[in-house]
């Protein structure tokens, strides 16, 4: 699988959403799976900007999607 720019918070929401369907997982069982509210993933998931990074990165875990940074060019790496 190609990887997938991630520029907002709608094109991640984008991302974890089609994740999650083509694992067969319902917003409910993805729930139950994270303790994090059905609500709260549909928001999520429709990539509300006031969503809580924490809760959006155990969604990634979860669901098995890794994020990568590239620092622009010229920025030295850790």
């Known amino acids: ?35 994090i509210s059905r609500p709260t993933i549909r928001s999520i998931e429709r990539g509300k900007e006031t969503s809580h990074m924490g809760l959006v990165l155990q969604i990634c875990l979860d669901l098995g999607v890794k994020l990568e940074a590239t620092p622009p060019e010229g920025i030295k790496q850790a």
């Open 1 to 35: 699988m190609l990887p997938i720019l991630i520029e907002d918070a709608m094109s991640l929401g984008v991302v974890l959403r089609k994740t999650r369907k083509a694992l067969g997982i319902t917003q409910e069982e993805l729930s139950l799976q994270t303790g």
